[in-house]
């Protein structure tokens, strides 16, 4: 926010952040964590098979555990009415990882919605993309761009005299840095927006040609990508039009006449940005744990998990090595 420091507290409904912010970060990080890390692990058995689309589901996955981790910090910075008693290294870290895994999100959902459309559309043209090691580079690429614009942004935002005054963090936006966001949204988050639709309702388009599926499979899919893009457009677009709208009304207005406007979306600003984190939960669920072959992964995995345990104490029961395998079992000497 760009308000003057000496009536920043008086002016601004500092206080306010805490009655909503609290509720919804707890309940991200109760849900969250447990279900991104049941993601992971069941991606990293998806990866060994060589199927390309987990190689971006997992670093969507990544991002969501990692912004998930920075939901405490600013839980503890609303508790305390956005006075922050953490330093300005520990403002600047936390600002870092949580932006660059909310806009690394929005990328990495792109490409999923890109990397069904290349396999529905195009499965011969962009074979190099369709590979592991081609879905891995792509992914560094976009960590990369997203970690030095995000930088760029922080940095813009804390330099300067009188930007710091130690007990805000980030709440100030200065001209050259709102200028930047105006610049740097349509790259950041427009692009990835338009792209992912237009990959999504050309992969529909496309499903109805299909000769071959039947007509629930096709409902079921249909409604399937209709659920992704009304839960991008529900959680994400709401935040991103509202802080583009301010960052172009400072811009437009300069920063003392805009102060005044900034102080009246205060609340809805930080409103849309707590929903985003929502996407933490929704995330693993629709492109991890609802999907059928997923989960009969997971139960053979979680099966497998207790058959081994289940021989394991069998063996210790009996004197024998845990580490003895079926064929071994088999093999012993029945008394």
Same mark, same amino acid.
């Given at each position: ?5 000496? #009536?920043?507290?008086?002016?601004? =409904? ?15 990080? +109760? +849900?969250?964590? =447990? ?12 990866? *060994? ?13 990544? +991002? ?16 305390? #009415? ?8 520990? !403002? ?12 690394? *999100?929005?990328?990495?959902? !792109? ?171 929704? #995330? =693993? ?14 139960? #053979?995995?979680?099966?497998?998990? +207790? ?29």
């Amino acid at each position: 926010m760009n308000i003057n420091t000496t #009536d920043m507290c008086s002016s601004v =409904p500092f206080n306010i952040t805490k009655y909503f912010k609290i509720p919804i970060y707890s309940i991200v990080v +109760a +849900a969250g964590l =447990p279900l991104n890390c049941l993601a992971l692990w069941v991606l990293i058995f998806q990866i *060994k098979r060589s199927i390309t689309l987990s190689v971006y589901i997992l670093n969507l996955v990544l +991002a969501n555990l990692l912004q998930t981790l920075t939901l405490p910090f600013w839980m503890y910075y609303s508790y305390h #009415d956005h006075c922050w008693h953490l330093g300005k290294a520990m !403002c600047v870290v936390a600002g870092l990882a949580f932006r660059t895994n909310f806009y690394a *999100k929005n990328n990495f959902l !792109c490409l999923i919605a890109m990397e069904r459309f290349i396999g529905l559309v195009h499965p011969l043209k962009f074979h190099r993309l369709q590979t592991i090691s081609g879905a891995a580079k792509v992914c560094t690429i976009t960590w990369f761009l997203v970690v030095v614009l995000c930088s760029v942004g922080i940095w813009l935002q804390v330099k300067g005299p009188g930007l710091w005054q130690g007990q805000h963090c980030l709440d100030e936006v200065p001209l050259h840095y709102a200028r930047f966001k105006v610049a740097t949204t349509s790259l950041s988050f427009f692009a990835p927006f338009l792209l992912m639709g237009f990959f999504y309702f050309r992969v529909l388009f496309e499903l109805r040609k299909v000769t071959s599926l039947e007509k629930k499979v096709k409902r079921q899919i249909y409604g399937f990508v209709s659920l992704i893009i009304a839960s991008f457009f529900l959680l994400f677009v709401p935040y991103q039009v509202v802080s583009y709208y301010q960052y172009l009304s400072i811009v437009i207005l300069g920063e003392k006449e805009s102060g005044e406007f900034e102080r009246s979306i205060f609340i809805c600003f930080h409103t849309t940005l707590s929903l985003t984190t929502l996407g933490n939960i929704l #995330d =693993p669920l629709l492109y991890i744990l609802l999907l059928k072959d997923v989960r009969a992964e997971l139960k #053979d995995l979680i099966c497998c998990k +207790a058959h081994k345990t289940g021989i394991s104490y069998s063996l210790k029961e009996q004197g024998l090595s845990p580490r003895c395998t079926s064929g071994q079992m088999l093999d012993q000497p029945r008394s």
